[in-house]
């Protein structure tokens, strides 16, 4: 089974500063996606961004890029040019693309606070 | 265009009650999730459909129920509601090569 970690319960950064949100995985499998959801507090869940295991470019969009480390199952979100609107939860999240048994393994979540 | 919404909302019953949450998704997708966020946060996966078929069913009590009467729609019944059931649940459904999931509004569920 896989297992997704985000060992900080929380984060605060100044806005327009750069954060970093960390992740860590385990699995046994060689092809699998990773994703950052953010959950403002409207409770919607919102794709960030998503990195395909078989890529070794990390990927980016717009103020948002990954830092992806394959051997050490690594995983973390940097937000530069932080705005508060970010202010939200981010769960890491991990799948095993098998079609109709594909399933979001969720990390705890890490509460992010962009300060004024 | 909501592309995957749920009614209601908020839901707060006693214990003991029965209740359904609705879902509907109009991206034209095969599959569908029910995942539970409880008080701590916590996202886990309870069941998914497929074409109105059960594929996973995550170790959740038998009195949740999911139904599929089809492709766009997936509600969840729960019979003799609990205090632990209280929760936000989410719908979402996916399709395509990295199966992206999206999301419903999530419905607040408190069980007094």
């Known amino acids: 089974a896989q297992t997704v970690t985000q060992s900080q319960p929380e984060m605060s950064v100044q806005e327009a500063e750069t954060v970093t949100l960390s992740c860590t995985y385990d699995?046994?499998?060689?092809?699998?996606?990773l994703f950052w959801y953010k959950q403002p507090p409207s409770r919607q869940m919102i794709l960030v961004i998503r990195?395909?295991?078989?890529?070794?470019q990390n990927a980016t969009e717009n103020r948002f890029s990954v830092n992806f480390q394959k051997a050490a199952k690594s995983f973390s979100l940097k937000i530069s040019d932080s705005q508060l609107g970010d202010t939200a939860m981010y769960f890491c999240?991990?799948?095993?693309?098998?079609?109709?048994?594909?399933?979001?393994?969720f990390g705890k979540g890490i509460t992010l606070s962009v300060r004024p | 265009d909501t592309a995957v919404s749920q009614t209601p909302k908020y839901l707060v019953t006693q214990m003991g009650n029965d209740k359904s949450i609705k879902c509907e998704q109009n991206l034209g997708h095969d599959t569908m999730y029910w995942y539970k966020q409880d008080s701590k946060k916590f996202l886990k996966i309870m069941f998914s459909y497929n074409n109105k078929e059960l594929i996973i069913n995550e170790t959740v009590p038998n009195r949740f129920s999911p139904k599929s009467p089809d492709k766009a729609h997936l509600n969840l019944h729960i019979n003799s509601l609990e205090l632990g059931d209280s929760a936000v649940y989410f719908c979402?459904?996916?399709?395509?090569?990295?199966?992206?999931?999206?999301f419903g509004p999530g419905t607040r569920l408190t069980v007094l």
């Open positions: 999240a991990f799948m095993n693309p098998t079609g109709a048994n594909s399933k979001l393994t």
């Open positions: 979402a459904s996916g399709q395509g090569v990295y199966n992206e999931q999206f």
């Open positions: 990195q395909e295991a078989y890529k070794q």
């Open positions: 699995t046994s499998e060689n092809n699998y996606y």
